[in-house]
């Protein structure tokens, strides 16, 4: 299998081949997930959850996501490598640079991922004028769960909705080579991702995406409390291995999400 690129993504986007993207914390699942050919790995902050036993992904540092960044890497020598920028490592312009820099430097990642609103269009101008790949996160911020008191779909009104639409425009604007959008209603999620030229990775955003990202943990029915637009691709199979490539196969046939695994 040819290592993905940037350009493969951007040619599955064109070819409307959906895009198979999955979290991984270490070396074992990542090379699993290759074997599986699933297209983007995303060493994901919601490892403060998932790994750490934390209650959300504030107290994931910058060491953190180093520390798995390397593993998924070693486990994916030529895999796409994601990896987020946790919580006030994006605080300013040098802060930001510098931070992408060690994910990408010491951590092994090929693009970085941030959670944004437009106000944060100047720090993916800055990355991406210094030559890094930068996916932008819209929706639902993960990061701003505190504030929020809780995880709630967003763009259910119709200003909600032209908010995030409008954060992605304006941070692909600002140069984010990919877009992935969380929690949005299954129209909203297909609408963003017919205006926006980049490729749009939905996770609760529908079908009609350009592809789908699901917490490694999650599809192996590890949580107890799944969200909505969880599937358990483990269940009813013997091995890790036959899930994913399960999962690979639902996404690109888009028998995943189904209706009933979106919002409305
Ligand atoms: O940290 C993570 O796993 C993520 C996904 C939920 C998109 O950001
Ligand atoms: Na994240």
Do not use: W
């Amino acid at each position: 299998v040819k290592p993905k690129t940037l350009t493969t993504l951007q040619n599955a986007k064109r070819d409307q081949t959906p895009i198979a993207m999955i979290t991984a914390y270490d070396a074992g699942f990542a090379r699993l997930a290759m074997e599986a050919e699933i297209d983007i790995l995303l060493v994901g902050d919601s490892l403060g959850m998932v790994v750490q036993g934390q209650r959300d992904t504030l107290s994931v540092t910058m060491h953190d996501m180093i520390y798995h960044t390397k593993m998924v890497r070693r486990g994916a020598p030529s895999g796409l490598v994601m990896a987020d920028l946790p919580f006030l490592s994006d605080t300013d312009t040098p802060t930001v640079l510098r931070n992408a820099g060690r994910l990408i430097q010491e951590g092994g990642a090929d693009i970085v991922k941030i959670e944004a609103t437009a106000a944060k269009a100047d720090l993916v101008q800055a990355m991406t004028d210094a030559g890094i790949a930068v996916c932008a996160h819209v929706g639902l911020l993960p990061q701003k769960v505190r504030q929020l008191g809780g995880y709630r779909v967003r763009g259910r009104d119709i200003d909600d909705a032209s908010a995030v639409m409008r954060d992605a425009e304006v941070l692909t604007h600002a140069g984010a080579a990919m877009v992935l959008v969380e929690c949005v209603p299954s129209t909203l999620g297909a609408r963003i991702a017919k205006s926006i030229d980049v490729p749009v990775i939905g996770i609760g955003a529908g079908v009609d995406v350009d592809g789908q990202v699901l917490v490694m943990n999650d599809l192996l029915g590890m949580n107890p409390h799944p969200a909505r637009f969880v599937r358990d691709f483990l269940r009813g199979r013997g091995a890790i291995l036959q899930a994913l490539q399960a999962y690979a196969s639902a996404v690109r046939s888009r028998s995943f999400p189904a209706e009933h695994e979106g919002f409305v």
